[in-house]
């Protein structure tokens, strides 16, 4: 299967441009009749008007990211990692209404001491930003306005707000997907996506001391449907069967209903907005844990102009300790406190109580704090508490500076984790 998707990603675009009709009724700027630059491709017949414009269309980019970052985690050596990420690629104008991306990416090492893989840290604390060069994404789109779009081949894939599926992007290197997905958008208020996952590519690159590390096998299909029909609410509905042949403990499979505000509710000038979800989720394939669990989350925000406010819960619910609800796929680093503790839930659940505040300074610099209060599910014994803080500045449309602190002071049954970093992005 893997390289059926490689296969046809490669050959889409070429079928595109041989099947493009050498006729066009539309013509980008005609020359004049008696004009030398007449003799055209678009005149002769080879390249057709809309093959001028895909070419035109047609980009290389390059984007990257310079990080230092610092780790300190009790009963653990300190860590300390600056590392240069760089991408760079082509995307094709649409032809056809296809449409063709390649990217590749490198990070190095640039300075300091860490461990970038869980589990093989030698008794330090891991920043997960292992020396790694790939291919990022390789995909070959066919969009069309009435219908919607199909992928194929290896991409990023963001359901919702990334919480059960996600492309993990605060790290240095993405999580993509080698996938068939489809987005169906045909009806009103309706927006259908579907994809099969034949492979998972994760966050630590292709040079893993554990395969499971790098890349998980997989036969797993996401299913999600949204409508807007409640004016002012977008409802979600989703399934996610997960089934990775070697990495069993991460097969789960969850449904689970998403309801939040699509538009802000007006109060003066002040502008209110909410989310629910919940979830149930249970064992899968050769998990050879036997469980069920259920997550719950809810959250209110409020635009006051200058500030932001937040204040929300979570809960990943246990199975009287026999397992608990995960999330194998989501941009986890987004949620239960910037430390990362959390990215796997604890055996006993977790309840993560939080509030935020944000306002942006004369100096045009966003500034966040959030806090979190975490208990053990299972229990109700408080885990500890945890206090963030983010800084960003966008220095232009190509260039930007952000600033991350965090601090878990954990309880007797929680390690204390202090982690910070500032990154320079740039996007050319």
């Known amino acids: 299967m893997k390289t059926t998707i490689a296969s046809i990603a490669l050959a889409l675009p070429a079928i595109a441009y041989a099947g493009t009709s050498k006729d066009s009724s539309i013509v980008q700027n005609p020359p004049a009749e008696n004009d030398a630059s007449g003799f055209t491709l678009e005149r002769l017949g080879i390249v057709s008007a809309d093959a001028h414009q895909s070419l035109r269309d047609t980009k290389f980019f390059i984007n990257g990211r310079l990080r230092y970052e610092h780790a300190e985690i009790d009963g653990l050596d300190s860590a300390d990692a600056l590392t240069l990420r760089n991408r760079f690629g082509i995307e094709t104008g649409k032809l056809g209404g296809f449409s063709f991306l390649a990217e590749g990416e490198n990070t190095v090492q640039l300075a300091g001491t860490y461990a970038a893989f869980p589990g093989f840290n030698d008794g330090r604390s891991v920043i997960a930003d292992p020396d790694n060069i790939q291919l990022n994404r390789l995909q070959v789109q066919f969009a069309d306005e009435a219908f919607g779009s199909i992928t194929v081949g290896r991409q990023a894939i963001n359901l919702n707000d990334q919480r059960f599926v996600g492309a993990v992007a605060w790290r240095q290197n993405d999580q993509t997907f080698d996938a068939a997905a489809i987005t169906i958008d045909a009806i009103d208020h309706l927006t259908f996506h579907y994809a099969y996952i034949n492979q998972v590519n994760r966050i630590f690159g292709t040079d893993t001391p554990a395969r499971a590390l790098g890349e998980y096998d997989s036969d797993s299909h996401l299913i999600n449907a949204s409508t807007d029909m409640i004016p002012g609410v977008d409802l979600t509905a989703f399934a996610y069967l997960l089934d990775f042949g070697n990495a069993p403990a991460a097969s789960t499979n969850t449904y689970g209903i998403d309801y939040r505000s699509s538009s802000p509710v007006e109060l ?118 945890e206090i963030n803080y983010v800084v960003s500045k966008k220095i232009n449309d190509h260039l930007s500076v952000t600033t991350m602190v965090a601090y878990l002071d954990g309880s007797s049954a929680q390690s204390d984790i202090f982690r910070g970093s500032i990154q320079l992005d740039y996007n050319f």
């Open 268 to 385: 003066g000038a002040t502008k209110l907005g909410y989310l629910l979800s919940t979830a149930y989720q249970t064992d899968a394939a050769n998990n050879q844990k036997n469980y069920e669990a259920w997550y719950f989350r809810a959250e209110a925000n409020a635009d006051f102009g200058p500030v932001k406010a937040g204040l929300g819960g979570e809960l990943l619910g246990s199975d009287k300790g026999n397992g608990s609800f995960q999330m194998p796929l989501g941009t986890n680093h987004k949620f239960n406190g910037y430390a990362d503790a959390f990215l796997i839930t604890p055996a006993s659940g977790l309840r993560d109580y939080y509030a935020s505040i944000g306002a942006t300074d004369p100096l045009n610099m966003n500034h966040t704090v959030i806090f979190h209060y975490f208990q053990n599910d299972q229990t109700g014994d408080h885990i500890g508490n």
